[in-house]
């Protein structure tokens, strides 16, 4: 596995169920991505958006605040990110934090250090 969707709703996507561009569209808390080298991985959170470019690799998942709203109708690459109360956030990124799918990571990528991991 080298990434998984975590969703407000407590479902998940990752590149087992099916490509990045199938993943539902909007909800997205965070994602865990595995680095090219298979042992390091990083949670993506606390933006709006999530993408994996055209042009990229499968691991080459970044995030970014704001793209403008009109492509959201156009663009399946692009995930969007949802606001939550704080402990609802909290909850979510503790699951991806502590995914037994993935390894366990001293420097995850977050913009938030409440979670040890």
Known sequence: MDWRVYYADGSTW??????????????VVCVNVLTKDGFVR?????????YLPEDAEGTDITHTNDIGPQLRKRCR?????????????????????H???????????????????
């Open 14 to 27: 990752d590149d087992q169920v099916g490509p990045w561009e199938d993943a539902p569209v909007d909800g």
């Open 42 to 50: 990083y949670t993506l959170n606390g933006l709006n958006f999530y």
């Open 77 to 97: 690459w692009l995930k969007h990110g949802v606001g939550l109360s704080r402990e609802k956030w909290q909850d979510v990124l503790e699951r991806a934090t």
């Open 99 to 117: 995914d037994p799918d993935f390894p366990h990571s001293r420097h995850p990528m977050r913009r938030s250090t409440d979670c040890e991991g």
